[in-house]
């Protein structure tokens, strides 16, 4: 497939020297038909703004340049600079190039006064969870974003997805399905990488909820870590540390409930009576 006049990503590997770093949690995508797939999914990006974390030698900026986006890349690895350089000489004024660590980064800040971005990423395995829960857990709410069109590996897409009674639900669950609507687009074999991952991969593809039910968000993490810490036992013992059955009765829960049964209404009635008892 070609989609630009760019040379194929094995000859962009080979001439920056860009071995995949497993400190870096890198793993790169060298099927341009793939990585347009993975664009597609976040609907229709031209003249749009994008951002992208860890986007290495490019293979899905390209596809999201391909397909009309102004895209916005993190990078912490210095050694893709050069090659992302490679790619905004074809695209001028259509990529913004940062070179620093999307952990840190202020992202209401790199967007303010702009239109809220879609975030189309193949995130580093190192980092994607710890970065989903900076953007579930934004403030101010709703967030900088405007959707999130991700890649994880399959078993955190499940938890991300996951409705109560499922045995992938659990914190984040919670969190994702209280602020927003999400689903698993399709999956990624490890054969698509270089270096292969060890497991499969999916995209998942996430909306906020601009009116999630109102609550604390420190309360919410302070029951949900409660309950699903001991998940295996009845609320009345894994939220014990909290008031127990005092709380439960608060919150009208029965207390010989396990954490996996209750619904996002329930955890949220939860850490209101958890604040309320103070």
Known sequence: MTIDSLPPLREVIEKFG?????????????????????????????????????????????????????VTVIERDTR??????????????????????????????LFNGTEKPAIVANLPYNIGTELLIRWLSAEPWPPFYKSMTLMFQKEVAERIVALPGSPHYGRLGVLA???????????????????????????????????????NLHYLENVTKAAFGQRRKMLR????????????????????????????KEFVDLAKALEEQG
Request: proline share 7%.
């Open 237 to 264: 013992q894994s939220l014990k540390s909290l008031g127990g059955e005092s709380l439960l009765e608060k919150a009208g829960i029965d207390g010989t409930r396990r954490a996996e049964t209750l619904d996002i």
């Open 80 to 109: 893709c600079i050069a090659a992302l350089e490679e790619i905004a000489g074809i695209y001028p004024d259509r990529l913004r190039i940062i070179s620093g660590d999307a952990l840190v980064e202020d992202y209401q800040s």
């Open 177 to 215: 399905g209280w602020r927003t609507y999400s689903r698993i687009m399709f999956d990624v074999p490890r054969q698509a990488f270089t270096p292969p991952p060890k497991v499969t991969s999916s995209i998942v593809h996430i909306i906020p909820n601009d009116n999630p039910l109102h609550c």
């Open 18 to 70: 860009l071995s995949a770093k497993k400190s870096l949690g890198q793993n790169f995508l060298f099927d341009l038909n793939l990585t347009a797939k993975i664009a597609r999914q976040a609907g229709d990006i031209a003249g749009k703004p994008v951002l992208e974390i860890g986007p290495g030698p490019g293979g899905l900026t390209r596809a999201l340049l391909a397909q009309g986006a102004i």
